[in-house]
């Protein structure tokens, strides 16, 4: 296989099993992924305007002013205006959304984990273990 090739089917493969994990956390069916995105930001940064929101998850300031709407109404999130400048109100996780992110990271792990003990050897298992190294690698790279 050459490495077009390779990359090509990492590329597919790491994508597919996203999804399937997405597809495993119990709050798929409430919330969208866009909405689900956004949380997972929140939790990285724990303050931010809903414009830099939008262009993190790629959507209009329109679109994630609804997605805010229904965070807000569901207890997710809160709103605190800037205290230099009012205009401006950023975005955090309240303590019940932090929850539910973590019950969110508790399915994914609990499906990946199961997946794993039913289908892989011991073998598999280490193999597993020993690219993980080089997959950060991939992912740490400096630009």
Not at 32 to 50: C, D, Q, V, W
């Amino acid at each position: 296989m050459d490495i077009f090739e390779l990359s090509s089917s990492l590329q597919r493969t790491i994508t597919t099993l996203h999804k399937e994990l997405r597809k495993h956390i119990s709050l798929v069916s409430i919330y969208s992924m866009t909405e689900l995105e956004t949380i997972a930001h929140l939790s990285k940064n724990p303050a931010l305007l809903p414009s830099q929101l939008a262009t993190l998850t790629r959507v209009k300031t329109q679109s994630m002013s609804q997605i805010l709407h229904k965070l807000e109404n569901d207890a997710l999130i809160q709103r605190k205006p800037c205290s230099k400048d009012k205009r401006k109100i950023y975005i955090s996780l309240t303590a019940y959304g932090t929850q539910m992110l973590e019950k969110m990271k508790k399915d994914k792990n609990e499906w990946l984990k199961n997946t794993i003990e039913a289908l892989l050897n011991k073998q598999e298992v280490l193999l597993l273990e020993q690219a993980l190294p080089i997959l950060h690698k991939l992912i740490d790279q400096q630009d």
